[in-house]
T-cell receptor
Framework: DVKVTQSSRYLVKRTGEKVFLECVQD?????MFWYRQDPGLGLRLIYF???????EKGDIPEGYSVSREKKERFSLILESASTNQTSMYLC??????????????FGDGTRLSIL | AQSVSQHNHHVILSEAASLELGCNYS??????LFWYVQYPGQHLQLLLK??????LVKGIKGFEAEFIKSKFSFNLRKPSVQWSDTAEYFC????????????FGKGTTLSVSS
C-alpha cells in the first residue's frame, strides 16, 4: 500500500518565519502535489512536480515555493509566513506517467497555524 | 477554466436512507472524474473513478456514481447509508489530456445518525 508521510500533523509558527513542510512517499512515484484544504473551499493546488527538480505552479502558488531534490521527497516552503496561510496542507503522489488519469494518494495532512 | 460544483454543503441522513451527492463540472472536452472521501481524522482516499466506458461505475463500500455527459454531471449514490459513512466527500475532475491537474469541488459533509 502506498504511504505518503507528512513530517508533522500539527505545526505552530509565527508571522514572518520561513516554514518548511516535508512530504515523503515510499512507492517511487514520479508525481507529487501540495494542496491546501480550507473549510468551504475544498482542496486547492499550490504546486506540483512530475520529476526531480521539476515543478509547476498550481492555482494558488503566491507566497509558497517548493523543492524536489529527491524523487521521494517534496517540500513546501512558506517564504515568510502570514496569518492567511493558516490552513490544512495535504501532500499527494501518483505513479509514473500521465498524472491526469492517475488516482492520487494522500498523506494525513499538516495543520499549520500562523500566529 | 474548468470548475467543479458540489451543490450540497452539508447533508444529514438517518441510517438506511439513500444518498445522492451532486457534482457538476464545466469543461467541454473529455474528462476524468473522481470521488474522494475523507473520514474524520483520516487522509483522503479514492472512492471511485471514471475514465471511459460504462458510465455507471462502482467503487468501494457500496458507492457508485453515474457519468451523464449531456448534463456534465457525476453524481455519487449509495442505496443505504451507514453511520460509518459520515465523512467529507469531494468530487474532482480533470481534462483528459496529459499533464492537467485535478480540480476539486468544495466538498460535501455527510452526517449519518444512527
Amino acid at each position: 500500500d502506498v504511504k505518503v508521510t507528512q513530517s508533522s500533523r500539527y505545526l505552530v509558527k509565527r508571522t514572518g518565519e520561513k516554514v518548511f513542510l516535508e512530504c515523503v512517499q515510499d512507492m517511487d512515484h514520479e508525481n507529487m502535489f501540495w494542496y491546501r484544504q480550507d473549510p468551504g473551499l475544498g482542496l486547492r493546488l499550490i504546486y506540483f512536480s512530475y520529476d526531480v527538480k521539476m515543478k509547476e505552479k498550481g492555482d494558488i502558488p503566491e507566497g509558497y515555493s517548493v523543492s524536489r531534490e529527491k524523487k521521494e521527497r517534496f517540500s513546501l516552503i512558506l517564504e515568510s509566513a502570514s496569518t492567511n496561510q493558516t490552513s490544512m496542507y495535504l501532500c499527494a503522489s501518483s505513479p509514473t506517467g500521465d498524472f491526469s488519469n492517475q488516482p492520487q494518494h494522500f498523506g494525513d495532512g499538516t495543520r499549520l497555524s500562523i500566529l | 477554466a474548468q470548475s467543479v460544483s458540489q451543490h450540497n454543503h452539508h447533508v444529514i441522513l438517518s441510517e438506511a436512507a439513500s444518498l445522492e451527492l451532486g457534482c457538476n463540472y464545466s469543461y467541454g472536452g473529455t474528462v476524468n472524474l473522481f470521488w474522494y472521501v475523507q473520514y474524520p481524522g483520516q487522509h483522503l482516499q479514492l472512492l471511485l473513478k471514471y475514465f471511459s466506458g460504462d458510465p455507471l461505475v462502482k467503487g468501494i463500500k457500496g458507492f457508485e456514481a453515474e457519468f451523464i455527459k449531456s448534463k456534465f454531471s457525476f453524481n455519487l449514490r449509495k442505496p443505504s447509508v451507514q453511520w460509518s459513512d459520515t465523512a467529507e466527500y469531494f468530487c474532482a475532475v480533470n481534462a483528459q489530456q496529459a499533464g492537467t491537474a485535478l480540480i476539486f469541488g468544495k466538498g460535501t459533509t455527510l452526517s449519518v445518525s444512527s
